[in-house]
């Protein structure tokens, strides 16, 4: 059997053996309720739609938070990992394979870096770059043992491990699970003043979304960035740009720092990186820093594992060429130009850059829109409170996105 064929079996089984309220009531007893997921059960998925159990379609507007951006199994991302899955999927770390150095390499050159440190989930990347910049602050800084500082900005998203949530602002993602990890200090985002009154010579570095993400699509005011770049390179800090949701195309550019010809001193890969078949991060930095590692001191069994490579590989392929970002930029200025005419009682405020938009309803709940924007036919998904985001596949048709923009207007007319 092809995976093809398991895949199509899959579906058909879906759709013989239970109904969508079936399936949902299974989901419900036997998965915990960390999610609340909208009543939809996808069964199956191309380009930049999905399809349910009960054969509706649906235009995703979410994708998968940026880990789509290249639609639902494009096919040059399906024939990379098919090629792989017939050759070699796992070894571990314990020997090389023929897809790490060139994985690592190219995902290097598309950063203009010169060295990868791959992990799986965007969390692992995160957590990564801490334990990075707190052995550089310790070995190269010379930061006195146990006292390094990381700052971070409030409303941040940097994922769910026990120590990212112990610097979160969002009580949903932190509260109850203490003891909090100790070293972090919090500004607010966008605040430069802030950021350079934070800083003493324990700081090693900075974590900062060039946009946030979770927090409502929220781009910071212009010069923030090349500030946090300035103020790390003259308190000597790394600055570490989480990349996970806006990098690789998202914003029209390769990296949201682009736009701000910021460049940090890590970039933390996730999402996309995957192609949206298999789970693939990165911290891509220089030889200078990440050279603090040594044989033993970090890693993972899964990390630049021979699938993974392969498919990260074809997206730095896929990225390389600008194709993709040139969509995310053209798409998107249009997607912003219909949105901003939205009637600003009903939609307080957009936010956004390229294929990336948060809307801010003035009396509606993000849920709610979600929720009729779903019997519209059209996914997407509610951030804090009112907000909703809309991030399509790069790979979008402009007449999708139209219709699925003139859903948003019947709505709220
Ligand atoms: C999704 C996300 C993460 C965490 O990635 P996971 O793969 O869910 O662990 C970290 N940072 C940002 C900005 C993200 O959007």
């Not at 798409?331 to 990336?356: C, E, K, N, T, Y």
């Not at 991030?391 to 999708?400: C, G, H, T």
Request: net charge negative.
């Amino acid at each position: 059997m092809t995976v093809q064929d398991s895949r199509e079996a899959a579906a058909r089984a879906a759709h013989g053996a239970s109904t969508a309220g079936q399936l949902r009531a299974q989901t419900l007893a036997h998965s915990a309720h960390n999610y609340d997921p909208l009543p939809v059960v996808i069964c199956e998925a191309d380009g930049a739609w999905v399809t349910d159990v009960e054969g509706r379609r649906y235009l995703d507007m979410l994708a998968a938070y940026s880990a789509i951006n290249f639609g639902h199994r494009h096919p040059r991302l399906v024939a990379a990992a098919l090629r792989q899955l017939e050759r070699v999927t796992l070894v571990s770390r314990a020997f090389d394979h023929d897809q790490f150095g060139p994985f690592c390499a190219e995902l290097a050159a598309l950063a203009g870096l010169d060295m990868v440190l791959p992990m799986n989930t965007g969390a692992e990347a995160v957590e990564t770059a801490i334990k990075t910049a707190r052995k550089w602050g310790y070995e190269v800084k010379g930061v006195p043992a146990d006292q390094a500082v990381i700052i971070a900005f409030e409303g941040n998203f940097h994922g769910r491990t026990t120590t990212i949530v112990s610097f979160s602002t969002d009580e949903d993602a932190r509260a109850s699970y203490g003891p909090y990890t100790p070293g972090f200090r919090l500004v607010p985002y966008g605040d430069l003043a802030a950021l350079a009154a934070a800083f003493d010579d324990r700081v090693v570095g900075v974590l900062v979304e060039p946009i946030q993400g979770e927090a409502g699509v929220l781009v910071p005011p212009a010069g923030f960035l090349p500030g946090v770049r300035e103020l790390c390179t003259a308190r000597g800090a790394l600055m570490m740009a989480d990349e996970i949701q806006s990098g690789l195309g998202r914003t029209g550019d390769t990296f949201a720092c682009d736009h701000e010809n910021v460049v940090p001193d890590m970039y933390l890969l996730g999402k996309a990186l995957g192609g949206g078949i298999v789970p693939v991060s990165a911290v891509v930095s220089r030889s200078d820093i990440l050279r603090v590692f040594k044989p033993g001191q970090h890693g993972s069994t899964f990390g630049g594992n021979p699938l993974a490579c392969a498919v990260g590989r074809e997206v730095i392929a896929m990225l390389s060429t600008g194709e993709y970002q040139e969509r995310s930029a053209k798409l998107g200025s249009h997607m912003h130009d219909r949105l901003a005419s939205l009637p600003s009682d009903v939609v307080r405020q957009v936010r956004g850059r390229g294929l990336w938009a948060g809307l801010e309803f003035a009396s509606l709940s993000g849920r709610e829109v979600c929720k009729r924007l779903a019997e519209r036919g059209v996914l997407a998904k509610d951030t804090h409170g009112s907000t909703i985001r809309l991030a399509p596949p790069l790979v979008i048709s402009e007449d999708d996105l139209d219709w699925a923009i003139d859903q948003v207007e019947a709505l709220v007319r």
